[in-house]
Nanobody, 124 residues
């Protein structure tokens, strides 16, 4: 089992930045990939970015050039740096861990473990 705890969400004005953090605990040796997903009000859960244990990254088209995913393996922590935020980025952001191959994919079905989510609200 892997437990995930997100932090760093909050309220920000359009054009601002936020950095989300996700710390994993438990049997993290089984984790092959960490991902960030988000769910906006009235919308489906969508993938934002992922990073493999080896550091290979995958981004959703909407996130390329604006969001950056990084990790600190020693701290079992993955980060999502978000820049130039817009009101459409308002969502609950979830961290997830996968024990299967995931490079190039942002499918929720590949992720077995999920955090509780952190709210990001971007005002205009």
């Amino acid at each position: 089992q892997v437990q995930l705890m997100e932090s760093g969400g909050g309220d920000v004005r359009a054009g601002g930045s936020l950095r989300l953090s996700c710390t994993a605990s438990g049997d993290t040796s089984t984790t092959r990939c960490m991902g960030w997903f988000r769910q906006a009000p009235g919308k489906e859960l969508e993938g934002v970015a992922s990073i493999t244990s080896g550091g290979s990254k995958t981004y959703a088209t909407s996130a390329k050039g604006l969001f950056a995913i990084t990790q600190d393996n020693a701290q079992n922590t993955v980060y999502l740096q978000m820049s130039s935020l817009e009101p459409d980025d308002t969502a609950i952001y979830y961290c997830a861990a996968s024990v299967v191959y995931c490079y190039g994919y942002l499918e929720t079905k590949r992720y077995a473990y999920w955090g509780q989510g952190t709210q990001v609200t971007v005002s205009s």
